[in-house]
Nanobody, 120 residues
């Protein structure tokens, strides 16, 4: 199985920055067989994709975060990061790390989530 542990959430003022990190582990975890992603779920709303990065380094962003957020990964450390700049109150949500290998291994794993609150 795959374990994902997020860190880096917290309270930040509008316009500020945060960096989220996700550490992946597991007895049979092979980082390059997964597309890694960050999702978020605001209160009363559905979970939505924020950004993802394939094993080949191709990135995808939701339109609402383009130009402000950057996703990166380190296969040697089995980590995926989300640098969030110019944060807005509407970015407030629980952010979840995801490891998707449904097409290769038939596996899809989620972290426990980390809360990001953007408020003055």
């Amino acid at each position: 199985q795959v374990q994902l542990v997020e860190s880096g959430g917290g309270l930040v003022q509008p316009g500020g920055s945060l960096r989220l990190s996700c550490a992946a582990s597991g007895a049979s975890f092979i980082f390059n067989m997964y597309t890694m992603g960050w999702y978020r779920q605001a209160a009363g709303k559905q979970r939505e994709l924020v950004a993802m990065i394939t094993s080949g380094g191709i990135t995808t962003y939701d339109d609402s975060v383009k130009g402000r957020f950057t996703i990166s990964s380190d296969s040697a450390e089995n980590t995926v990061n989300l640098q969030m700049n110019s944060l807005k109150p509407e970015d407030t949500a629980v952010y979840y790390c995801n490891a998707d290998s449904r097409k290769v291994l038939g596996l899809n794993a989620w972290g426990q989530g980390t809360l990001v609150t953007v408020s003055s």
